[in-house]
């Protein structure tokens, strides 16, 4: 990042004062095309589409030299399904089910990639039927689980991605993906994890991308609520079911061919319909830019999670009993695509979950890293981590003069800059919050306020860098 594009970045910030980055007012009306890679640069990306939160997709010049558009597909441009079966057929894959719905998702099952290549190849000699309905690989680790060396290149536009880079950090996990799936397999409307931005590479096939800007979401609520699970049923012309339809301005509508990219920015709803057989790679990313949406998300989660302990707390005269008899459901760590039922769909479960009435609180914090995968306490960590990566890297600089390697350092001083003063604003917000206050953060190192005094010194020193 260059100096003029981080001081344009932090006035942006300071016009939006701690809101979250919305997206267009309204839809733009047709998502823009980049062309050429060698017109396009880093610093055009994020002032024209990362910081404002609008979509955009790549020709497939951006992904010309990757291994995996010449070894995953046939000279004819399908999927070479001999190729994937040699090279991980041993793959246990996460594989959902397009025809059944399981709250707001397609229910998934586990299975071996090469049992998923052989129903797969068996749908499209049966004319694209089979008794097990459309299957549909999805959010598949290949990076996490095999060497995925040779696959793809990260493009410089998304390689401001703490998620992975947390991740990376402590070795355990990843938010990269690869998707494989039939001509009618789909995924239902969403908003991505956290509010996170999303990159959509297609390694061959068609799909068809409905998007709606932040907000827009709000007039697709069923009378109940509820979000749409498919925003083409023809339930949502019913106005008695879907009262405030009328309201929503139609999907930005989009068709990403093959090799091309798409950027899913931040809180955007959208569903996507594979046209063609079709294999894509995707990644979930978080940066400076969205990090005040994922804390906003956050507090939205914790929020409604109290709300509906609260109620049913009310509700429910023997509340005590089913406390004492509850037990704390064993909660997974922060998993990547972990997500489950958001709150609005949590009172079934609400028994084992709720693990103690005295603590509205601590249930609270429980309940949401079940639904959200993350707590509060976490979301400190994953700043922490971030924070001291780029602390490191601007001292490294005032020590040695210049900024060598390391994660994260790719985009040079004035990025580190930029994210530290992102995390300091959004730091400060999180120390101040009144469920944080209650965490016991005694074992903390270094403490939350020490850490935000110490960002706050460099958001000072760095501000003439
Ligand atoms: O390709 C799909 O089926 C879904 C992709 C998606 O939702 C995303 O990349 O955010
Ligand atoms: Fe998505």
Request: proline share 7%.
């Amino acid at each position: 990042m260059d100096r003029e594009t981080r001081a344009f970045a932090e006035s942006h910030f300071r016009r939006l004062r701690g809101q979250p980055a919305g997206g267009a007012g309204a839809p733009p009306g047709r998502v823009d095309f980049i062309a050429s890679p060698t017109s396009f640069s880093y610093a055009d990306f994020f002032r024209r589409y990362l910081l404002p939160n609008v979509p955009c997709v790549f020709s497939r010049a951006f992904t010309e030299g990757w291994g995996c558009r010449r070894r995953w597909v046939t000279p004819g441009g399908r999927p070479d399904f001999q190729h994937l079966l040699r090279t991980y057929g041993d793959a246990v894959v996460p594989v959902a089910d397009c025809g059944r719905q399981e709250y707001n998702a397609h229910p998934k099952e586990h299975m071996l990639l090469r049992d998923y290549l052989r129903y797969w190849t068996e749908h499209i000699e049966s004319g694209y039927s089979s008794p097990r309905g459309c299957l549909y690989l999805k959010d598949w680790h290949l990076c996490r689980d095999s060497s995925a060396e040779d696959v793809f290149t990260l493009p410089v536009y998304f390689s401001s991605d703490w998620l992975n880079e947390y991740w990376d950090a402590l070795d355990v996990d990843d938010y990269r993906f690869v998707y494989m799936g039939p001509a009618g397999s789909w995924s239902p409307f969403h908003a991505d994890i956290f509010r996170s931005f999303s990159w959509s590479a297609n390694i061959c096939g068609r799909k068809k991308w409905l998007f709606f800007p932040p907000g827009q979401e709000e007039a697709l609520r069923d009378r109940h609520g509820g979000l749409p699970y498919d925003v083409t049923s023809p339930a949502l012309l019913d106005s008695r079911l879907y009262p405030r339809r009328g309201l929503c301005s139609p999907a930005l509508e989009l068709t990403q061919e093959a090799g091309e990219m798409v950027f899913v920015p931040s809180g955007w709803h959208h569903q996507v319909h594979n046209l063609e057989d079709t294999i894509s790679i995707n990644h979930n990313w978080v940066n400076g830019c969205n990090l005040a949406n994922m804390w906003h998300f956050l507090q939205q989660e914790l929020r409604a999670v109290q709300q509906e302990v609260s109620q049913w707390k009310e509700t429910m005269p023997d509340w005590h009993r089913h406390c004492q008899a509850a037990r704390l459901r064993p909660v997974s760590s922060w998993l990547p695509g972990s997500s489950g039922p958001c709150p609005s769909s949590i009172d079934p479960r609400l028994e084992l979950w709720a693990s103690c009435d005295s603590q509205l609180l601590l249930s609270g914090q429980v309940i949401m890293r079940s639904c959200t995968g993350i707590n509060f306490e976490e979301f400190y960590h994953f700043l922490k981590v971030i924070a001291e990566r780029r602390l490191l890297l601007l001292a490294e600089r005032t020590d040695s003069g210049a900024v060598e390697g390391g994660a994260g350092s790719g985009l040079g001083p004035h990025q580190a800059a930029f994210d530290v003063s992102r995390i300091t604003e959004v730091l400060a917000s999180v120390v101040a919050h009144p469920d944080f206050q209650k965490v016991d953060t005694g074992m903390f190192s270094p403490r939350p306020e020490e850490l935000l005094q110490q960002l706050e010194e460099v958001v000072a020193s760095t501000a003439s860098l």
